[in-house]
Nanobody
Framework: QVQLQESGPGLVKPSQTLSLTCTVA??????????WSWIRQPPGKGMEWIGY???????YYSPSFRSRTSISRDASKNQFTLQLSSVTPEDTAVYYC??????????????????????WGQGTQVDVSS
């Protein structure tokens, strides 16, 4: 059974950098063809796809977040991390980490259906406020 668990501060001040870690149990984040993604849901809004880091270690970001997002990993700890800089109150949301299987030869460059993900973390609330 694969389990994903988000962790990080629940409160971040405006203009600071939001940093979250997803710890994965039950499988290796370097296993082909798993893609490890960050998604968020602001209050009263739909899901927003932020980006992913592939099993190869290569990240990809949604154009909406590309300028201020970094997704990295520590394979030795089986963790991957989201950093979102210059946050504003509009970044207040529940943040989820997920796993999706993308088979060889398939391009993934945008949001997909919730059902396309294999596993989800339980989500972590992050508030941006002074």
């Amino acid at each position: 059974q694969v389990q994903l668990q988000e962790s990080g501060p629940g409160l971040v001040k405006p203009s600071q950098t939001l940093s979250l870690t997803c710890t994965v149990a039950g499988d290796s984040i370097t296993t082909p063809y798993y893609y490890w993604s960050w998604i968020r849901q602001p209050p009263g809004k739909g899901m927003e796809w932020i980006g992913y880091i592939a099993f190869s270690g290569v990240p990809y970001y949604s154009p909406s977040f590309r300028s201020r997002t970094s997704i990295s990993r520590d394979a030795s700890k089986n963790q991957f991390t989201l950093q979102l800089s210059s946050v504003t109150p509009e970044d207040t949301a529940v943040y989820y980490c997920t796993r999706r299987t993308v088979h060889a030869g398939t391009q993934w460059d945008g949001p997909v259906s919730r059902n396309d993900y294999d596993y989800w973390g339980q989500g972590t609330q992050v508030d941006v406020s002074s």
